[in-house]
């Protein structure tokens, strides 16, 4: 899994109708953030977790030997708003490039069973030339 650290030991994160502010300040180059959806969720109980912390979470506190990681599909992300803060022993390194970007569908990282991951694969497979994402395949990390 490639996430991107937004978040050290010790920083507040906190996303309002999708803008990302780190201790109290507005994050403005996202521009590797893809936002799809123009929908805003709130924060509410009621919601499907998947929608109530993904546009509108935190404050957020990051606890010391973590780090608050979020994915750069900031609508269809398994990132640190849903799982929490990533321990430190758990960082594996910093990605150097991209060698397959696919633009289909993203999975919770739930465990559906294996008729599911059979039919993701096949998906995966039919779709792999239309939904690959060409422009971004071999592309140097910033």
């Known amino acids: 899994m490639v996430k991107r650290c937004i978040g050290l030991p010790g920083d507040v994160v906190e996303v309002t109708n999708k803008q990302v502010s780190i201790n109290g300040k507005v994050v403005?180059?996202?521009s590797f953030?893809?936002?799809r959806d123009p929908n805003v969720y709130p924060n509410r109980a009621y919601l499907p977790e998947n929608l109530r912390y993904r546009d509108n979470f935190g404050p957020y506190t990051v606890p010391q030997g973590h780090y608050f990681c979020m994915g750069d599909n900031r609508e269809n992300s398994w990132d640190s708003r849903f799982w929490g803060s990533l321990p430190a022993e758990m960082l594996k390194g910093?990605?150097?490039?991209?060698y397959w970007s696919y633009g289909g569908g993203t999975e919770s990282g739930a465990w559906q069973g294996v008729g599911d991951k059979a039919r993701d694969l096949g998906r995966t497979a039919l779709h792999f030339v239309p939904d690959?994402?060409?422009r971004r395949t071999f592309r140097l990390i910033r």
Do not use: C, G, K
Not at 94 to 98: E, N, V
């Open 28 to 30: 403005h180059d996202e």
């Open 33 to 35: 953030a893809l936002h």
């Open 94 to 98: 910093r990605a150097l490039f991209i």
């Open 132 to 134: 690959t994402r060409w």
